[in-house]
């Protein structure tokens, strides 16, 4: 009697212990090193894919959970209005109804290519409503310098070398918020591609396994290039 009972409990932990064996051969069958590095370059695809999506517009991921006005985005990122070694022409009552007009979207909450021009249009405008540098009598004279061919003053020489002067030392902080604010932005974008692909994996009961180690891969990727960037403008700039 006992047997009778113990028979069918042994039989079905057996079925559920091979089904669970197959299920195990199957996992280790797609460990292999081609499927590894299919997957991976089908993952990079879909990434690169929805990144562009990202840039390009789109409304995957909710505004409400991912994006910026433009006041959040001065507290992280840095402001172009109130750099000490740039500043403006204009008070601050001025270039906030300036950033209003001329900027736009300053309330609305955007995130990739949409943030990315907001912030391109307020460093046009801070860029334009700069203070112009005063010029001593001293810098024109040691500007003027001597000719190599003969002694008197090159006053094209001068004014080309003072402008140069002068515009390295006023724009070059305003680069450097510039590439602050660019990282910013595009540092941001890694969560919210993130959000599409597992959306878009959601609906093709696709596997999200490979999400968790984007980040780390994404930032290793942007941040070197953000600063090279910003060095190849800074060398261009002298």
């Not at 507290?75 to 209005?81: D, H, Y």
């Not at 008197?152 to 004014?159: K, P």
């Not at 390295?168 to 990282?183: C, I, Y």
């Not at 596997?207 to 060398?235: I, Q």
Request: proline share 3%.
């Amino acid at each position: 009697q006992n047997m009778a009972r113990i028979l069918p409990l042994l039989q079905n932990d057996y079925a559920a212990t091979e089904k669970r064996l197959m299920q195990v051969d199957a996992e280790l069958a797609n460990l292999s090193i081609e499927r590894l590095k299919s997957g991976a370059d089908a993952f990079c695809d879909d990434f690169c894919v929805a990144l562009r999506k990202a840039i390009q517009g789109s409304i995957t991921a909710p505004a409400s959970l991912f994006g910026e006005t433009l006041q959040q985005e001065k507290t992280a990122g840095g402001s172009f209005s109130h750099i000490s070694n740039s500043p403006m022409s204009v008070s601050d009552r001025t270039w906030d109804r300036l950033v209003g007009t001329e900027v736009g979207h300053a309330s609305h909450r955007l995130y990739g290519g949409a943030q990315y021009h907001r912030t391109l249009r307020e460093f046009n405008l801070a860029t334009k409503c700069m203070r112009l540098p005063s010029i001593s009598e001293d810098e024109i004279a040691n500007a003027a310098g001597m000719g190599a061919t003969h002694d008197g003053m090159n006053f094209l020489h001068a004014a080309c070398v003072i402008a140069l002067e002068k515009a390295r030392r006023s724009l070059e902080p305003m680069l450097e918020a510039l590439q602050q604010r660019v990282s910013h932005v595009f540092e941001r974008l890694c969560p919210v591609t993130e959000y599409m692909l597992l959306q878009e994996f959601k609906s093709k009961s696709s596997s999200s396994s490979s999400l968790g180690s984007t980040s780390r891969g994404y930032d290793s990727y942007a941040t070197p290039t953000s600063k090279l960037s910003s060095s190849s403008v800074m060398d261009i700039s002298q």
